[in-house]
């Protein structure tokens, strides 16, 4: 009888992440419908400019540096976005490899991001939005570049926050004032 290698522990964690996904994208074929949600996030600052973010059971506080007029009482918004960007495609990546039988040793994800830091201030001409943002990925992997070229290219059309970031979309604003308490 002929020994079977035991599992990597990187195997054991592509095979949990593939039968996951397996079962979730099974529901969602069921009833598309179902798939759609909202997802809540507030954040509120009271004095100075600490704004503490909450979602669900999660939470995380922003701030600006001393040079700003903050605290630097957590990271900026700005490193929470490309933060997401990062965690969002390194994830979507991974996800994708796992459930199409690829080996990924590694997903590196490095966000770079030009400003016109005067337009925060209404200085100048220039946009506040990014001038420019660059994703760079890299993968190590044995398998053929190729093949992990074409998931990639996959993978970026299916990413939430990638895609958020590429094309436009709808985004609205409301506001309420209310009376401060006094």
Known sequence: MKDIPARTAQQEADARIREAQSRVIARMEADLSA???TIVTTGEIGEGLACQVQQGRFSAVLDLGPGMGGTAAGPSPGFHARAAICGCVAIQVKMLAAREGLAFDRVLVTVETDF???ALF???DGPAAPLETRV????DSAEDSDRIEALVDR???M???YMALRDRQRVRSTLSVRPAAG
Request: glycine share 10%; proline share 5%; hydrophobic share 55%.
């Open 122 to 124: 209404g200085l100048g």
């Open 159 to 161: 990413d939430p926050w």
């Open 35 to 37: 798939a759609r949600s």
């Open 136 to 139: 760079a990925i890299a993968i």
């Open 116 to 118: 016109d830091d005067a």
């Open 155 to 157: 993978a970026l059309e």
